[in-house]
């Protein structure tokens, strides 16, 4: 799986939009890029997927750059609900079998 | 609703006695996982198994057995082999080949 770079930490007001970037300038063609999130002492949970083109569902929006070395997940409205730590990963799609190297990820914390 | 249940939530037990974590699924998923997580870290693969009665070791398999008799469980024991057993165990499932899945609550074991 090709290694991704996450800033350990950012900070975001309520209401605001939060922007998490990651880096993964080995990504092969064939691997995807998903995003998970863990709220504290609990199970992750998928947030959104994309291999080329910008993905939004009713959680967040995913775009990633043309050259496929970057991308960055959007909260558009934060809530503090959503301070949890982030990880992004990069996995081929349909053979890795769900065997998703999670990193440490970036821990999101939604102020007032 | 469907989900997957993991069973207990807490556990101790003393140094050299195995222990057994429970995971269940009725999502009708082929693919079922356990993951470790140590605090501040991210998860490391334990074991994967694709399909009933098949089953392949993760990253850190040593000091730990499974099973999968059905395709619904996948438990976990934790033998006295594993130096270092204190951790938080994650299982998830994932429709086969899938990088989609779907986490339990975990379980929180300590070694006393």
């Known amino acids: 799986d090709a290694k991704t770079t996450q800033p350990p930490s950012m900070d975001c007001a309520e209401g605001r939009a939060a922007n998490l970037p990651c880096n993964h300038s080995?990504?092969?063609?064939?691997?995807?890029v998903y995003w998970y999130r863990q709220i504290h002492s609990q199970g992750p949970q998928y947030i959104i997927h994309?291999?080329?083109n910008n993905e939004t569902n009713e959680m967040a929006s995913l775009i990633i750059t043309e050259d496929r070395k970057s991308s960055t997940l959007i909260l558009p409205h934060a809530t503090l609900r959503d301070t949890a730590v982030y990880y992004c990963?990069?996995?081929?799609?349909?053979?890795?079998?769900?065997?998703?190297?999670f990193g440490q990820g970036t821990i999101l914390t939604v102020h007032p | 609703d469907g989900g997957i249940t993991q069973s207990p939530k807490y556990l101790f037990r003393k140094e050299g006695q195995n222990v057994t974590l429970s995971c269940e699924q009725n999502?009708?998923?082929?693919?079922m996982y356990w993951y470790r997580q140590d605090p501040g870290q991210g998860l490391r693969l334990i074991y994967y198994s694709q399909i009933v009665n098949d089953f392949q070791k993760g990253d850190i398999a040593e000091g730990y057995s499974v099973s999968r008799e059905k395709k619904e469980s996948f438990p976990l024991t934790v033998t006295s082999a594993q130096k270092n057993p204190t951790a938080f165990y994650l299982c998830?499932?994932?429709?086969?080949?899938?990088?989609?899945?779907?986490f339990g609550e975990g379980s929180r074991l300590t070694v006393l």
């Open positions: 998830a499932s994932s429709p086969s080949g899938a990088g989609e899945l779907f």
């Open positions: 994309g291999l080329k």
């Open positions: 990963i990069v996995t081929p799609g349909g053979t890795s079998y769900g065997k998703l190297t």
């Open positions: 080995t990504i092969s063609g064939n691997e995807y």
């Open positions: 999502l009708n998923h082929d693919a």
